[in-house]
């Protein structure tokens, strides 16, 4: 998306990883919902870095994690693929995020 193109964004998934993300200053973090509305998206509040997505629904939570943040970039297994998904529905939207996004656990400071 424009989003991601204008931000210089790399995510990583993995469907059979585990991912666990902990949120120290819940103050300080923007959860944004583009269009769809099916993800919130986390972005710094004091330095606009864009750090992933979350798809949230009852049978869990899936995320993308934005490469550009990790200290250690070297162990990425491939180079990036680019993707277009504006034709999407939510519905579809959602089950390709369900398959092929990692499962997540957030947590922040305020528990939520």
């Known amino acids: 998306c424009t989003f991601c193109r204008k931000h210089g964004v790399r995510t990583v998934m993995d469907p059979k990883g585990r991912a ?28 606009g870095c864009y750090a992933g997505a979350v798809l949230t629904e009852a049978a869990g939570a899936w995320a993308v994690i934005n490469v550009n943040l ?35 656990t957030v947590k922040s400071a305020q528990g939520a």
């Open 20 to 47: 666990f993300i902990e949120v120290h200053r819940p103050a300080e973090l923007e959860r944004y919902q583009f269009g769809l509305g099916t993800s919130e998206f986390f972005v710094c509040k004091k330095c």
């Open 70 to 104: 990790l200290d250690d970039q070297s162990i990425l297994p491939r180079e990036a693929q680019v993707g277009s998904y504006g034709n999407e529905t939510a519905e579809s939207r959602s089950a390709r995020r369900r398959l092929q996004w990692t499962p997540v």
